[in-house]
């Protein structure tokens, strides 16, 4: 699977763990190149606080568009050391 965004594919992966409809990439296959690191948080009540990072790509920023857990929750244990995106990335098989 690959995300595309700004006709930049972003990460590649066949290693993807799918919760909630949103497919997390292992951190790795990720090209860092475009990540930008982001001071905005959340929180989900299963998986924990969610960092983000921005992308930057082609001279183009996409605030907030990669999240992760950095310390997920028991029961999402599985997406540590992942990253899904969205706010306009597209997720695509190849």
């Known amino acids: 699977m690959k995300p595309i965004w700004n006709e930049t594919i972003i990460a590649e992966s066949n290693d993807i763990v799918n919760i909630e409809g949103n497919a997390y990439f292992p951190i790795a296959s990720v090209n860092k190149e475009y990540l930008r690191n982001s001071e905005t948080h959340s929180v989900c009540h299963w998986k924990g606080k969610t960092s983000y ?42």
């Open 53 to 94: 990072y921005s992308l930057e790509v082609n001279g183009q920023t996409n605030p907030d568009a990669v999240w992760y857990y950095p310390e997920p929750g028991e029961l999402a244990k599985g997406i540590k050391g992942r990253v899904a995106f969205w706010k306009g990335v597209q997720v695509v098989k190849d």
